[in-house]
């Protein structure tokens, strides 16, 4: 079943997201203990090979159809963007309340920006849809945390 017209930007695409955030926080003490010496190293190799994989991804990318060495690239890079966001919060700590009230409305996060996508790519390109999507899905987002908010407060 597909829930987006377009294949590229599709549901299953970005349901990846969702599973990583989940494998981030039940592992993120596990993978922080097995690599707590090489925290650096591991910094050091991320930041090399993640643009490395990103050229080999923009090689065997073919818009018309997905294939499954673009999964498989998509997945490895993201298992690496982990590790380096694991990485960088050893070092610096990542709480504020614009994080936090980010983690209260990402489930409509999630859930709002594929249909944010699917609207917008008819309108925009490259750059400035990414930025746009991201402003209108978080946007969105919150309007729907207040909406819920003053749902439950009404009952």
Known sequence: MKVCPNDYFGWPAQSFGFAYGVIVAVWSERLLKLFENKIRLLFI?????????????????????ENMEMYVIRIIMSFIMILLFLAVSVRFS???KIMSYLGKINLY???????????????????????????????LAACFKRLEEKIMIDR
């Open 45 to 65: 190799m991320g930041a090399i090979s993640l643009p490395i994989l990103g050229a080999v991804y923009l090689q065997v990318h073919t818009p018309a159809q």
């Open 109 to 139: 996060i999630y859930l709002l920006h594929g249909l944010v996508i699917d609207v917008l790519m008819d309108y925009l390109t490259d750059g400035w849809l990414i930025l746009v999507c991201i402003a209108c899905s978080v946007v």
């Open 94 to 96: 990542i709480t504020s």
